[in-house]
Each structure stands twice: as C-alpha cells, then as structure tokens.
C-alpha cells in the first residue's frame, strides 16, 4: 500500500535554531517527492522538488535531502524564523503523476 | 502566469443554499484537482479532471458536483451540504505530458463553512 509517513507530528522551536523533519514512504512506482508549506487556513506552498537521481536540495534556508534506497526525505531549516510556523507536508507522486500521497504533516511552531 | 486562483476565499452557508466554488489557471495544465481538508489533516482527493473530462471520483457525495467547463476552469457546485462539510476546498493542477509533470500547483483555497 502507498503510504507516506512525518516525524515528529508536531515541533516547538525557538528562532533562530534550526530543525530537521522526517518524511518516509512507501510508494511505487516513485516519480518524485515535494515538500509543501502550508500556513493555516491556506493552500500548500511548494518548497522543494526531489527526483530519483537527486540527493540533495536547497531553496534558501530550506535544504532537502533524499534517500532512495531508503525511501527516506529531509527537510532541513537553519536559523528559523517566526514566519516558518507552518505545517510541512510531504508528498510522494507515484506511477508516473498519476497518484499523489500525502503525508500527514508535521506542525512546526517556532517561537521568539 | 503561475498561480491557480481560487474564488471566494471564505464561503458561509446553509443547509439548503445552492453555492459554487470556483478554480481557475492559466499555465496550460490540462489536469485539475479537488481536495478537501479539515484541520489538522491532510488533503483529500475527491476529483480528478483529466483534459476536461472527470477521471476520477473518490466516492464524493452527489451533494458536491463538480463542473470542467474548459481547460481552464474548474467548478464545486454546492447543494444541501451539512455542516461536517465544513472544510478549506483545496483546487490543484498538474502539466500532462512533458517534462515537470508530475507535480501539483495548489490554489490557496476557498474556507467553507455550513451551518
């Protein structure tokens, strides 16, 4: 069964500190994995893209990594600030595009 | 352009009202989404518009009925809805066919509340 997991469920940070959230998957066949921010009460917000053949992304201070073999993704955030209080979604695409998963999220709370 | 707008952004209802929601893009994508969400959840699917034509229906309810009027707009047509649909109405769109197509665009979203 196609299925995508988040760790933690929920994050309290302070600014300025960075964090890593954890996105594994179970999905084939696998075409892509996305990380979304989503504010609340608002659509998602693409952040970063990964395909097979990447291990490593960034978008300012936002730094994907992926493991393949694993079937493991990352989303690291360095020197956070207030406005990255968000969810985090991680969304594998499977078969081709044809099939989205998503995560359940994880809840990041990042105080001053 | 690179947005997927959706209208209205806050949507008050009652049971016996007849509302739509509407989703439009103009980035050429021929595929168009609908998803639900309740707080703290994730989306969930509940139509696929593949060039214009409904390709997917995740056992939604009559009571929501979706509209492709042409490849760049998508209707949610609302008729005696309850209040546990109460929910943020998620429109997404994807490219078919090239490369960078298996990813979705969302719009921000249209929060509906029955009462």
């Known amino acids: 069964k196609n299925q995508v997991e988040q760790s933690p469920q929920s994050l309290i940070i302070l600014e300025g500190k960075n964090c890593t959230l954890q996105c594994n998957y179970t999905v084939s066949p696998f075409s892509n994995l996305r990380w979304y921010k989503q504010d609340t009460g608002r659509g998602p917000v693409s952040l970063t893209i990964?395909?097979?053949?990447?291990n490593t992304k960034s978008n300012g201070r936002y730094t994907a990594t992926l493991d393949a073999d694993t079937k493991q993704s990352s989303l690291h955030i360095t020197a956070s600030q207030l406005s990255d209080s968000a969810s985090y979604i991680c969304?594998?695409?499977?078969?081709?595009?044809?099939?989205?998963?998503f995560g359940p999220g994880t809840r990041l709370s990042v105080l001053p | 352009d690179t947005e997927v707008t959706q209208t209205p952004k806050h949507l008050v209802m009652g049971m016996t009202n007849k509302k739509s929601l509407k989703c439009e893009q103009h980035?050429?994508?021929?595929?168009m989404y609908w998803y639900k969400q309740k707080a703290k959840k994730p989306p969930e699917l509940m139509f696929v518009y593949s060039y214009e034509k409904l390709s997917i229906n995740e056992s939604v309810p009559s009571r929501f009925s979706p509209e492709c009027p042409n490849s760049s707009l998508l209707n949610l047509h609302l008729h005696a809805l309850q209040p546990e649909d109460s929910a943020l109405y998620l429109c997404?769109?994807?490219?078919?066919?090239?490369?960078?197509?298996?990813?979705?665009?969302f719009g921000a979203g249209s929060r509906l509340t029955v009462l």
């Open positions: 990964m395909t097979f053949s990447e």
């Open positions: 980035m050429g994508h021929r595929a």
């Open positions: 969304v594998v695409s499977a078969n081709y595009g044809q099939n989205f998963v």
């Open positions: 997404a769109s994807r490219l078919i066919g090239q490369s960078g197509a298996n990813v979705l665009t």
